[in-house]
Nanobody
């Protein structure tokens, strides 16, 4: 049974930084592409960043140049370094494995997410 545990969120001022972590278990982590998603109040969940098993990455236009996704297969963990944060980045952030190299989440299961609030 897959488990995804997100952490690292918090309250940060505009222009600040946070590093999110997602620990995965119950899946063959090293062969899956992984993605970060976010959901703001009243909005649909959206894809933010993705990383393939080989390390290729892609980003939503809204975060390109500010966010960096990475992974440590030895720790079954994927990270999201978020710099130059903006109020519009405020959301609950989730991770999931991906179906192939699409933005579609592989699992119907979602972890609890981690809240990121960008405010002065």
């Amino acid at each position: 049974q897959v488990q995804l545990v997100e952490s690292g969120g918090g309250l940060v001022q505009p222009g600040g930084s946070l590093r999110l972590s997602c620990a995965a278990s119950g899946t063959i982590f090293s062969i899956d592409a992984m993605g970060w998603y976010r959901q703001a109040p009243g909005k649909q969940r959206e894809s933010v960043a993705a990383i393939s098993s080989g390390g290729s990455t892609r980003y939503a236009d809204s975060v390109k140049g500010r966010f960096t996704i990475s992974r440590d297969n030895a720790k079954n963990t994927v990270y999201l370094q978020m710099n130059s944060l903006k109020p519009e980045d405020t959301a609950v952030y989730y991770c999931n494995a991906l179906r192939g190299w699409t933005a579609t989440p592989k699992y119907d299961y979602w972890g609890q997410g981690t809240q990121v609030t960008v405010s002065s």
